[in-house]
Structures are given as C-alpha cells and as structure tokens.
C-alpha cells in the first residue's frame, strides 16, 4: 500500500494541472470506453479505411497538452505520438485483409513485440516530465486497443470490465491455487518477506483498485487478450499458455534490480500460468485481472 500512496501522492501536484487534467481525461477514456462499452467502436467500420487508420492519431494531443504544460514540448516525441498510431493501425489493416480467419499474421506479432518493448523497456519515457511517464504507457495500450478491436476487429479477447461473479470467482480460485506456491517458493528464494504493516480497509481497496485498472488490466489486456489469443491460433491451448506465461515472466526481468532478476522471473511467470487459465476458462480480462490485482496488491501490503 505504501508504494501505491507514495506514488498517487508524488503524481497528485502534476494531476492538478488544468492541462495536465485534460490530458488524463483524453488518454483515459479510449480506455474505458471500450472496456465498459465494448460495442461502442463498431459503428466506426462504416468510416472510409484512410479515416479509420489515421483516426488514432489525436493520441499525440495528451503529448501536446503535458509538454506545452512543463515547457518540454519536443517535436521528434509530438511525430511519434502522432505516427505510432497510425503506422499500428495501418499494420493491422494490413493483417486483417492478408488474415480474415485471424489466425495471427506477423504483422501481429511486430505490434505486439513494439508495443511491448517500448513499455518494459521504457524507450519513449523522457518524453515525459518526472512521475508521468504512467502517460507513455497508456498511450500506447490505447493504440493497441483501438488496432486489435476497432481496426483488427480481433475476436475472443474479452474487454469487458463489466465485472460478472464468474470472473470474481474464477479470479480468486486461480488466486487461491498461485499464492501457496509464489509464497512458499518466493521465501525460499529470499525474494518474497512478510512484513506486518497494517492497512484500512480503504486502503487495501483503493490499491486493489488502482493496481487493477492500471497495472492488471493493461498487462493483462497485452499478454492474455491478444498475445495468448492470437498464439492459440498456432500453437494450441496449452502450448499458448506456457509460451505466453515463459513471455510474462520474462517482462518482468528488469524489475526491482539493476540485472536480470532470475527470481522475479520465475514467479511471474508461474503467475502466468494461473493469469492465462483465469482468462482462458471464458475467455475474459476481467477475471485474470482479478486474480492479478490480487496478487500485486497482497504483495505490495505483506510480502514485499
């Protein structure tokens, strides 16, 4: 909880910037939208294809509206932020007509391995003043969204935050089955410590909140919606399942350390293997980013 206060309360100065407000509303709602609506973006297919492609370049305006803020507007990131988004959306265009079945193209695959790069290994992050490189982040998730859904029209990826009471059971049984074995492994390993902070209530559901929509949701989203989806085309259940679990734990190499964090690798990974099941068993973020959330949220509280 600690680490979820310290960071809410080193961004809240930024946040209070008009500029800054606006732009959180802007990057937020091609989130949310989507998540809570998830119909909401088919009208668009009625729009001519060079509209639909080049649509997703309004992204670049959260850029604008920060950087005019801190006097740190830089034309190279303000091109990027306007390009990267069409230059996705025009690749999966290009999938979905060289692959109408959806059986994952290598366009596919140069997306995710952009997107994904670019966020673990923070390569766009100085555009951003201190503590708001969350932006960078976000922005691209929103690219993704608006490619695999809109553009892509990619099935069985399950975007709805709608939460059902399957989704909280099948989060919390998968919960349930993980956290014996990262806890009993984690201690073993000297990764994982059990501290005895105390928290409110309040707080514990304001850092499962906040972990979920803006850690478990858009990992989840990435690794589970699109990446394991589109693998089980190639690959089979079980063989998309390990592969994208092996991918997820790799992620998170750089976390926490200056090298290549083996332990934190391995327990991600095996978190995978849960992460992936909730999502598989109907096809839905909300569960395994149930069963993620909590995961992240007990080790932040108690084990960290």
Not at 53 to 67: D, E, Q, T
Not at 187 to 216: D, N, P, R
Request: proline share 5%.
């Amino acid at each position: 909880m600690r680490g979820v206060e310290i960071c809410l309360g080193s961004m809240m100065p930024f946040l209070l910037r008009p500029m800054v407000v606006v732009a959180a509303v802007l990057t937020l709602l091609p989130f949310l939208v989507p998540a809570f609506w998830p119909l909401s973006g088919w009208a668009m297919q009625r729009l001519p294809v060079a509209v639909r492609i080049s649509r997703p370049a309004v992204l670049c305006v959260p850029y604008v509206l920060v950087a005019v803020s801190y006097g740190e507007f830089r034309w190279g990131w303000f091109s990027l932020y306007l390009l990267l988004p069409v230059a996705v959306s025009w690749l999966l265009y290009l999938a979905s007509v060289a692959d109408p079945e959806q059986r994952g193209d290598w366009r596919d695959l140069a997306v995710l391995l952009v997107l994904g790069l670019a966020v673990d290994l923070r390569w766009f992050e100085p555009a951003w003043p201190p503590r708001l490189a969350v932006f960078n982040k976000m922005l691209l998730l929103d690219s993704g969204i608006y490619g695999f859904l809109v553009i892509r029209r990619l099935q069985g990826v399950g975007f709805d935050l709608r939460l059902r009471v399957a989704d909280l059971r099948i989060g919390i049984r998968e919960l349930a089955m993980y956290a014996p074995i990262a806890i009993v492994l984690g201690l073993e390993l000297g990764f994982l410590h059990f501290h005895a902070q105390l928290s409110s209530l309040f707080h514990v559901v304001v850092a499962w909140a906040f972990t979920f929509f803006f850690i478990a949701v858009p990992e989840e989203l990435f690794f589970r919606g699109w990446m394991q989806n589109l693998l089980e085309r190639r690959i089979g259940q079980r063989g998309a399942l390990i592969a994208t679990a092996i991918l997820f734990g790799l992620s998170h190499f750089n976390k926490r350390a200056a090298h290549f964090n083996w332990q934190y690798v391995v327990l991600a990974a095996l978190a995978g293997i849960f992460y992936g099941r909730a999502w598989r068993q109907e096809r839905r973020v909300g569960a395994s980013a149930v069963t993620h959330a909590s995961v992240d949220t007990l080790w932040s509280l108690w084990l960290r």
